[in-house]
Every structure is written in structure tokens, then in C-alpha cells.
């Protein structure tokens, strides 16, 4: 009765009507991840649909409380307490299939939920997918224009290849090359030895053929003075007297250039003196510097190139040419009959480099006194000469020259200047510090043990200046 006069709270069928909604929709789905492409769209609109069912199955779920408008109609009116008591009945009898519709509708309702999210879920992944699809194209893209590189590269590297080959055959050419030069060049050093030992032994020839041509002009020019009818004037033996002293001119130049060390490295150790020529304001043209004994002038060389005014003398003809080849002022004289040719107080300043020790200890005394007479006020006189304080020199390296007279202990030399007439007289040696050498005072150098006189230094120096 309630079937045919209430027909649209058919639960039944509209529970049938959900399974059909479900079963397609579970359809769709299958379809759908068969799928490629999703489309879910559809599946939103279908749960809309199944959603506004659930609506109207809730609706006809309810409670009913109120008699149907159509039931009201003859024949069936009815009176409102018996239509109030059929609808309790009613209630009564469908309270548990209610409950069983509303539980339905809650599941389903929950149902749809999850499919929601579902939706969202897999729209969230068909995003992510697209998004690495793109990446992929992409990627392929990448691995397109990485072929196509590796292709130049490829063709890159057999054009290098070809080049090195070519650089190797040009590398084999200039091997050949070098070996043939290298040959050349062995041939050319021993050719060179040969003409060096020829040159050597020529050198020696002409060294002996000299020494003999010496020997044989002495002994003629003896043998002249028994054979001549009239003895030599004073003068013809003046002459030959003073040619005599040259005759070893040569020979003393070989020896210095073997013993007292190379022109650079004695320029380079002139050095220190130039802060000394700095503060006494010498070596200007009205102060000029006279270098006695200048040598192969090293010294006078280092003063020209630091812009002072020298003159140097020596007796010694190749080094005085050797002065003059440098543009060197120079001049040929004795050192005490030149200092007398001066007036007072005429020079700036005097040095004298390894010369002292050559002098007789009369000469020496002249030295000082025309130095004394011929210096400027507060001009100063640089005298180097070899330290008897190192026990090597003193006891041998000293007598290596023969031309040496006596070796002078520094402090005889400082005693000299004192009572010759210089002031603030020192004597000083030579010490090396952080590679920079500077002067010390004697006086302040401690000998303590036989290494001490082992490894003062090899030389000394004179600083005298006139009041």
C-alpha cells in the first residue's frame, strides 16, 4: 500500500539506480586509465549527477510528517487524526531502513569524497606528468642538440687529428733538422777546441818569443855598451832605464786578471765607498777625486757613471790604454812626483785601491804629506789595502804578488794618518750582512778564537779626513 501510493520514497530503486551510477561510473574510471588522456571532467560531472541523487534520495528519506496533498482528494479523504496516526505507523515500521538509507547516503556521500580527492589527485598528477613530459621534450631536445654538437665535435676532433698529423710530420722534419744542427754544432765545438789549443799554443808561442826577444834586446843592448867608443850619455841611460821598468807592463795585467777578480765584480765592490764620496761632498769639478794606482779603472768608471769628477794615474801602460779605451781620464806619471806638481789644497779627494802595500814605508810617508798639503779642508783619502788581521792573508795570501812590499797592520796605517795630520782616522773592515756589505770600525771587531781571524774579511780600508 505504501508501494503504490507513495512511489517515490522507493528506496530499493533508488539504491538500484545508485549501483547502476556506481557500476558506470567504476566503468568510466576503467576507461579512463586505460587511457592515456584523462578526462576528468566527465568523471566530475558524473559525481555531481550521483550527488544531486544522494540529494534527493535524503529528501525522500526524511521522516514524513505531513499527509500528501494528492491523498487529501475524494475518495481519500481521510480524517487528520488517522492521517497523523498512519504517518507514526508508517515512521515506526520504516525506522530501520531509514537508518539503513541515511548510513547508505553517508557511505556514499563519503565515497564521493574520496573520489574528489582522487580527481584532485590525479589531476594533480596528469599536471606533474605534463610537466615532465615537457621536461622530456626537453630533454630530447637537449640530447638533439648534444648529437648534433658531438657531430661537430666529431668533426672537430678528425680536423685536429689531421692537424696534429701534420704537426707530427713538421715536428719529425724539424727533429731531423735539429739533429743535423746539433751535428753541425758538435763539429763546429770541435773545431773551436782546435783553434783554441792552436790559439793557446800560439799565445804561448808568442808569450816565449817575446820573453827570448826581451832576453836577446838585453843582451844586445849590454853588449852595445862594452862595444860602442863613447859610453851611453846619462840621458841614453835614463831612456833605457825607464823603457826597462815596462817590460813586465803585460805580465802584470794577466796577473790581475787572474788574481784580484773580474772588472765586474771589483766595480760592484766599489760600491760601498760611494755613500762615503756622497757626504764629504767631493768629485765636483772645483773638488775633484784623483784615483792613484786607478789600474784597469774600475773605480774611476763607477764614479763617472754616479756623476763625479776623477783623474786617475798609474805607470802601468796596458792599463792606462785600457783606461783610455774606456773614455777614462788618465795619465802616465808617478804618484808622489805628480802630488808635487799640485798647489794646496787643490783636491776633494784621494784613493788608492791595493797601491799602499806596493810602496817602500819612505814612499808611504811622501804619500800622506802631499795628501795632507793638497786636499781641500775636510777632504778625505780612501786607502784599500789587504788585512794582515786574517791569519790566511797575513801568513801567505799577502806574498801571492811579488810586486808586494810589506803588509801593514791596521793599526799602523791609522797610527801614519794620525801623525801626518788627518782627524777622525779609522781604520775599517768589510762585513756582510743580509747580502748588502757595509764598513765596521777594527777597533769594534772581537778575536776572541783563531776563527775569528779565519773570517774577518780579506781586505781593509783607510777613512782619513784633513781638519
Same mark, same amino acid.
Given at each position: 500500500?505504501?508501494?503504490?501510493?507513495?512511489?517515490?520514497?522507493?528506496?530499493?530503486?533508488?539504491?538500484?539506480?545508485?549501483?547502476?551510477e556506481?557500476?558506470?561510473?567504476?566503468?568510466?574510471?576503467?576507461?579512463?586509465?586505460s587511457?592515456?588522456?584523462?578526462?576528468t571532467?566527465?568523471m566530475?560531472?558524473n559525481?555531481?549527477?550521483i550527488?544531486?541523487?544522494?540529494?534527493n534520495?535524503?529528501?525522500?528519506?526524511?521522516?514524513?510528517?505531513?499527509?500528501?496533498d494528492?491523498?487529501?482528494r475524494f475518495?481519500?479523504?481521510?480524517?487528520?487524526k488517522?492521517?497523523?496516526?498512519?504517518?507514526?505507523?508508517?515512521?515506526?515500521?520504516?525506522?530501520?531502513?531509514?537508518?539503513?538509507?541515511f548510513?547508505?547516503i553517508?557511505?556514499?556521500r563519503?565515497?564521493?569524497?574520496?573520489?574528489?580527492?582522487l580527481?584532485?589527485?590525479?589531476?594533480n598528477?596528469?599536471?606533474?606528468?605534463?610537466s615532465?613530459?615537457g621536461?622530456v621534450?626537453?630533454?630530447?631536445?637537449r640530447?638533439?642538440? +648534444?648529437? /648534433?654538437?658531438?657531430?661537430?665535435? !666529431?668533426s672537430? @676532433?678528425n680536423?685536429?687529428?689531421?692537424?696534429?698529423? *701534420?704537426?707530427n710530420?713538421?715536428?719529425?722534419a724539424?727533429?731531423?733538422?735539429i739533429q743535423?744542427?746539433?751535428?753541425?754544432?758538435?763539429?763546429?765545438?770541435?773545431?773551436?777546441?782546435?783553434?783554441?789549443?792552436?790559439?793557446?799554443?800560439?799565445?804561448?808561442?808568442?808569450?816565449?818569443?817575446?820573453i827570448?826577444?826581451?832576453?836577446?834586446i838585453?843582451?844586445?843592448?849590454?853588449?852595445a855598451?862594452?862595444?860602442?867608443?863613447e859610453?851611453?850619455?846619462?840621458?841614453?841611460?835614463q831612456?833605457f832605464i825607464?823603457e826597462?821598468?815596462?817590460f813586465?807592463?803585460?805580465?802584470?795585467?794577466?796577473?790581475?786578471d787572474?788574481?784580484?777578480g773580474?772588472?765586474?765584480d771589483?766595480?760592484?765592490?766599489?760600491?760601498?765607498?760611494?755613500?762615503?764620496i756622497?757626504?764629504?761632498?767631493?768629485?765636483?769639478?772645483?773638488?775633484? +777625486?784623483? /784615483?792613484?794606482?786607478?789600474g784597469? !779603472?774600475e773605480? @774611476?768608471?763607477?764614479?763617472r757613471?754616479?756623476?763625479? *769628477?776623477?783623474?786617475g794615474?798609474?805607470?802601468?801602460?796596458?792599463?792606462?790604454?785600457?783606461?783610455?779605451?774606456?773614455?777614462?781620464e788618465?795619465?802616465?806619471?808617478?804618484v808622489?812626483?805628480?802630488?808635487?806638481?799640485?798647489?794646496d789644497?787643490?783636491?776633494?779627494?784621494?784613493t788608492?785601491?791595493?797601491?799602499?802595500?806596493?810602496?817602500?814605508f819612505?814612499?808611504?810617508?811622501n804619500?800622506?804629506?802631499e795628501?795632507?798639503?793638497v786636499?781641500?779642508?775636510?777632504?778625505?783619502?780612501?786607502?784599500?789595502?789587504p788585512?794582515?788581521?786574517n791569519?790566511?792573508?797575513?801568513?801567505?795570501?799577502?806574498?801571492?804578488?811579488?810586486?808586494h812590499k810589506n803588509?801593514?797592520h791596521?793599526?799602523?796605517?791609522?797610527?801614519?794618518?794620525?801623525a801626518?795630520?788627518?782627524i777622525?782616522?779609522?781604520?775599517?773592515?768589510?762585513?756582510?750582512t743580509e747580502?748588502?756589505?757595509h764598513?765596521?770600525?777594527s @777597533?769594534?771587531?772581537?778575536?776572541d778564537?783563531?776563527?775569528?781571524?779565519?773570517?774577518?774579511?780579506?781586505d781593509?780600508?783607510?777613512?782619513?779626513?784633513?781638519?
Amino acid at each position: 500500500m505504501i508501494h503504490s501510493n507513495n512511489p517515490e520514497i522507493n528506496v530499493d530503486e533508488l539504491i538500484q539506480k545508485i549501483y547502476d551510477e556506481v557500476a558506470k561510473h567504476q566503468v568510466h574510471s576503467r576507461t579512463i586509465g586505460s587511457k592515456s588522456n584523462l578526462d576528468t571532467s566527465r568523471m566530475r560531472s558524473n559525481i555531481s549527477y550521483i550527488e544531486a541523487l544522494l540529494k534527493n534520495a535524503e529528501s525522500r528519506s526524511i521522516i514524513r510528517t505531513k499527509w500528501p496533498d494528492k491523498l487529501n482528494r475524494f475518495p481519500f479523504k481521510i480524517p487528520t487524526k488517522l492521517q497523523q496516526f498512519i504517518l507514526k505507523v508508517i515512521n515506526f515500521f520504516f525506522k530501520d531502513q531509514r537508518e539503513v538509507n541515511f548510513n547508505l547516503i553517508g557511505t556514499l556521500r563519503e565515497s564521493i569524497a574520496l573520489n574528489r580527492q582522487l580527481i584532485e589527485q590525479v589531476t594533480n598528477l596528469k599536471l606533474q606528468v605534463d610537466s615532465l613530459n615537457g621536461s622530456v621534450n626537453q630533454i630530447n631536445n637537449r640530447l638533439n642538440t +648534444i648529437d /648534433d654538437s658531438k657531430t661537430v665535435a !666529431g668533426s672537430l @676532433l678528425n680536423s685536429i687529428e689531421e692537424n696534429l698529423d *701534420t704537426i707530427n710530420r713538421r715536428l719529425q722534419a724539424v727533429d731531423v733538422q735539429i739533429q743535423r744542427i746539433d751535428e753541425h754544432l758538435i763539429n763546429t765545438d770541435i773545431r773551436i777546441k782546435k783553434a783554441d789549443e792552436f790559439y793557446i799554443k800560439n799565445d804561448s808561442y808568442l808569450k816565449n818569443d817575446l820573453i827570448q826577444q826581451k832576453r836577446l834586446i838585453t843582451m844586445f843592448l849590454a853588449e852595445a855598451r862594452k862595444r860602442l867608443p863613447e859610453p851611453f850619455s846619462q840621458e841614453n841611460l835614463q831612456t833605457f832605464i825607464n823603457e826597462e821598468q815596462h817590460f813586465l807592463d803585460a805580465f802584470y795585467v794577466d796577473f790581475e786578471d787572474k788574481f784580484r777578480g773580474s772588472q765586474q765584480d771589483i766595480f760592484n765592490s766599489f760600491k760601498v765607498y760611494l755613500p762615503l764620496i756622497q757626504e764629504a761632498k767631493v768629485g765636483t769639478p772645483e773638488s775633484p +777625486i784623483l /784615483d792613484v794606482g786607478c789600474g784597469r !779603472g774600475e773605480w @774611476l768608471e763607477l764614479l763617472r757613471n754616479s756623476g763625479y *769628477t776623477a783623474k786617475g794615474l798609474d805607470i802601468n801602460r796596458v792599463m792606462l790604454e785600457q783606461c783610455r779605451y774606456k773614455g777614462l781620464e788618465v795619465q802616465e806619471a808617478d804618484v808622489i812626483a805628480y802630488l808635487q806638481t799640485l798647489p794646496d789644497e787643490s783636491l776633494g779627494a784621494i784613493t788608492g785601491f791595493h797601491i799602499i802595500e806596493h810602496l817602500p814605508f819612505e814612499t808611504l810617508i811622501n804619500l800622506f804629506d802631499e795628501s795632507v798639503r793638497v786636499l781641500k779642508p775636510n777632504g778625505l783619502v780612501i786607502f784599500e789595502t789587504p788585512n794582515t788581521r786574517n791569519i790566511l792573508v797575513g801568513s801567505g795570501d799577502f806574498y801571492r804578488d811579488p810586486t808586494h812590499k810589506n803588509p801593514i797592520h791596521p793599526d799602523t796605517l791609522s797610527f801614519i794618518a794620525e801623525a801626518r795630520g788627518f782627524i777622525k782616522n779609522q781604520s775599517c773592515f768589510f762585513e756582510e750582512t743580509e747580502g748588502t756589505v757595509h764598513l765596521i770600525n777594527s @777597533l769594534t771587531r772581537k778575536f776572541d778564537d783563531l776563527n775569528d781571524y779565519v773570517t774577518v774579511s780579506r781586505d781593509m780600508v783607510l777613512l782619513a779626513y784633513k781638519a
